[in-house]
């Protein structure tokens, strides 16, 4: 049954009072925007002193930028391209795309990319502002350990998806906090909503949503448990629902058959998905220490949730911490596809934990709160953090070797129309916004292209339709940009011959190579 409005205030009053572990404490403000500052310098400094800001970020980096600027070209996802993630990350993206038409790729993907290190920034706030009543030590070591670890910084310094789902997360997590201001009412329509927007971006939102639809039926019942879901379904659908409805069986396929088919980590074992989860080479006792400790926090955190009461509407905020920490963690230790940049996807709720563990023992040796030991367990905490933040400050993936993006995107200036064979070429040549707006495009996504082509019926005697879209565009080229070997960077065998046939070999850049036509 649902429950009566005021009722609800008192009860979600008593759940701030019982929750308050400790008071605000002066200079808060400055040591969140000092994490918050550092957050954004250590993600996007190294892309600066690399020359990478507009260049090389990786695979998924790219693929995510082209989305936005095909969809900006008048090309719809599903319908005219793959794209096997749900369709915000292209609608994201868009703005980006126009800087990127309007000026270079180089200025829109460089751009996308100081968002992101915006967002990790916020991320870091928002960390911070639901540690703050467990004191300075507490907030230095849970967004502390997000603002600087490898685990977080890996995903936010590209165009990735897990940063926009840990942003929406938290932002559900803020509104829906034991001490929030907002109204129960507005509290649930917000976090519905943001809730909805993240699984625009990426389906693996679904995990959260599904604890955080528990912890609003738990304290505010089933009447606001509907306005919650009713506000994540209405946001989900202005985003994703133009797009189903212009190809809604492209759609299904590309976003659910494809990633239920996925088994790029099924070989990656445990040990090896702990250690992109610390994110530090580390020998397999030290790792094991490490991991039992992130299992202690989730464990502590979920039983000082449960400390205030036995009763669901009084669990506190900890508990629902926990609660998400260990369901995403738990679901990408087991997932059959991982990549290194997965465990973002969890970094956040395991250093909330963290962070309540550290206030609990700061409390613990300091009775009477005092100043003096917050500030002497803050420092230590730094010390920790040190050695933690030299690592992450570090630029994974690296620039490629022996290619000078400058030059590599001169050698194609000349041509309106250029082929790539992905899209991260399109980015480091700054070639794809000009060729798209020339009426000539290539392949968004070839590996996610070829994952949807390999689903049942798949008759593998026949040309796939990417490889005949290959050769078509090859033919509309006046120049390519390839890797070499052909075949190994996502070449079909036809378009390899189109290529070989009709153009000849400019120049070479480490695996890079320019081809022009005859």
């Not at 890996?154 to 165009?159: D, F, G, M, N, Q």
């Not at 448990?225 to 492209?250: D, E, N």
């Given at each position: 049954m649902g429950k009566n409005p005021e009722v609800l205030t008192r009860q979600h009053e008593a759940v701030n009072r019982r929750g308050k572990v400790m008071p605000p404490v002066n200079g808060m403000a400055f040591v969140i925007a000092g994490l918050a500052a550092t957050a954004f310098l250590t993600r996007l400094v190294p892309l600066l002193e690399s020359g990478t800001l507009g260049g090389f970020r990786g695979y998924d980096d790219a693929v995510h930028y082209a989305a936005g600027v095909h969809l900006l070209a008048g090309s719809i996802p599903y319908q005219d391209f793959v794209l096997v993630h749900p369709p915000g990350i292209a609608v994201l993206m868009t703005p980006f795309a126009a800087l990127g038409w309007l000026v270079s790729d180089t200025v829109g993907i460089g751009s996308a990319r100081v968002f992101f290190a915006l967002l990790g920034a916020l991320n870091t706030v928002m960390i911070g502002l639901l540690l703050k009543k467990w004191g300075h030590?507490?907030?230095?070591?849970?967004?502390?350990?997000?603002?600087?670890?490898?685990?977080?910084?890996?995903?936010?310094?590209?165009?990735?998806?897990?940063?926009?789902l840990t942003t929406c997360t938290l932002l559900a997590l803020v509104a829906l906090r034991s001490d929030?201001?907002?109204?129960?009412?507005?509290?649930?329509?917000?976090?519905?909503?943001?809730?909805?927007?993240a699984l625009c971006f990426k389906l693996w939102a679904v995990i959260p949503i599904l604890v955080l639809c528990?912890?609003?039926?738990?304290?505010?019942?089933?009447?606001?448990?509907?306005?919650?879901?009713?506000?994540?379904?209405?946001?989900?659908?202005?985003?994703?629902?133009?797009?189903?409805?212009?190809?809604?069986?492209?759609?299904?396929?590309?976003?659910?058959?494809?990633?239920?088919?996925?088994?790029?980590?099924?070989?990656?074992?445990?040990?090896y998905r702990l250690g992109d989860f610390v994110g530090i080479s580390l020998p397999q006792n030290a790792l094991t220490a490490v991991a039992a400790v992130g299992a202690l926090a989730i464990l502590v955190s979920a039983l000082m949730g449960l400390a205030q009461g036995f009763k669901p509407g009084f669990w506190a905020d900890e508990f629902w911490w926990a609660a998400v920490a260990g369901a995403t963690a738990a679901v990408l230790l087991m997932s059959m596809s991982?990549?290194?940049?997965?465990?973002?996807?969890?970094?956040?709720?395991?250093?909330?934990?963290?962070g309540v563990v550290v206030g609990l023992a700061t409390r613990a040796v300091s009775r009477r709160r005092k100043l003096l030991p917050q500030a002497v367990a803050s420092a230590m905490v730094v010390g920790l953090l040190v050695p933690i933040g030299i690592h992450g400050?570090?630029?994974?993936?690296?620039?490629?070797?022996?290619?000078?993006?400058?030059?590599?995107?001169?050698?194609?200036?000349?041509?309106?129309?250029?082929f790539t064979a992905y899209a991260y070429l399109g980015v480091i040549s700054n070639s794809m916004s000009s060729s798209m707006h020339h009426g000539c495009s290539s392949i968004v996504d070839v590996y996610g292209t070829r994952m949807v082509e390999a689903l049942p019926p798949d008759e593998p005697w026949l040309p796939k339709p990417s490889e005949l879209l290959?050769?078509?565009?090859?033919r509309n080229a006046q120049a390519a940009v390839v890797g070499k070997s052909l075949a190994y960077y996502g070449l079909a065998p036809m378009a390899i011959e189109e290529l070989t046939r009709n153009?000849?070999?400019?120049?070479?850049?480490?695996?890079?190579?320019?081809?022009?036509?005859r």
């Open positions: 030590a507490a907030v230095v070591a849970g967004a502390g350990l997000y603002a600087v670890s490898t685990a977080a910084t890996i995903a936010e310094r590209s165009v990735m998806l897990s940063p926009l929030s201001r907002l109204h129960p009412r507005r509290a649930v329509t917000v976090a519905g909503a943001v809730l909805g927007l528990l912890m609003v039926a738990a304290r505010f019942g089933t009447r606001l448990l509907l306005r919650f879901v009713v506000a994540g379904a209405a946001a989900c659908t202005v985003v994703m629902g133009p797009f189903f409805l212009a190809s809604p069986r492209a759609m299904f396929k590309d976003v659910i058959l494809a990633q239920l088919a996925r088994t790029d980590g099924a070989m990656k074992d445990l040990s991982f990549f290194d940049h997965y465990p973002n996807f969890t970094i956040a709720y395991i250093a909330l934990c963290l400050f570090e630029l994974n993936p690296k620039p490629l070797p022996g290619v000078n993006e400058t030059k590599l995107a001169r050698e194609v200036s000349e041509y309106d129309c250029v290959q050769v078509e565009q090859l153009f000849v070999l400019k120049s070479g850049q480490g695996n890079f190579q320019v081809w022009v036509r």
